[in-house]
């Protein structure tokens, strides 16, 4: 039973986080195509915002594996 609810729990947590990469990937596309149509936009601008981007790109996918790893320690455990 407490490995059905461990699968549960990480397919619910599977699907929640696809769900939210997945908004904020599009939320990115959009800013990018917005961002070209921008005259006033400076090189700089553009730049500072791709950072951002990246960097939560970086911790969303550190938090995913830090989950990940969290699953299979408790899968080890109780399975």
């Given at each position: 039973m407490?490995k059905?609810?461990?699968?549960?729990?990480?397919?619910?947590?599977?699907?929640?986080?696809?769900?939210?990469?997945t908004?904020?990937?599009?939320?990115?596309?959009m800013?990018g195509?917005?961002?070209?149509?921008?005259?006033w936009v400076?090189e700089?601008?553009?730049?500072?915002?791709?950072?951002?981007?990246?960097?939560?790109?970086?911790?969303?996918t550190n938090?995913?594996?830090a989950v990940?790893?969290?699953?299979?320690?408790m899968?080890?455990?109780?399975?």
């Amino acid at each position: 039973m407490t490995k059905q609810i461990i699968t549960f729990q990480r397919t619910a947590f599977e699907n929640a986080f696809n769900a939210v990469s997945t908004v904020q990937d599009q939320t990115e596309k959009m800013t990018g195509d917005f961002l070209t149509q921008l005259p006033w936009v400076n090189e700089e601008g553009k730049k500072v915002i791709s950072n951002s981007t990246e960097f939560y790109k970086k911790a969303r996918t550190n938090f995913k594996n830090a989950v990940d790893d969290g699953f299979a320690k408790m899968e080890e455990l109780f399975g």
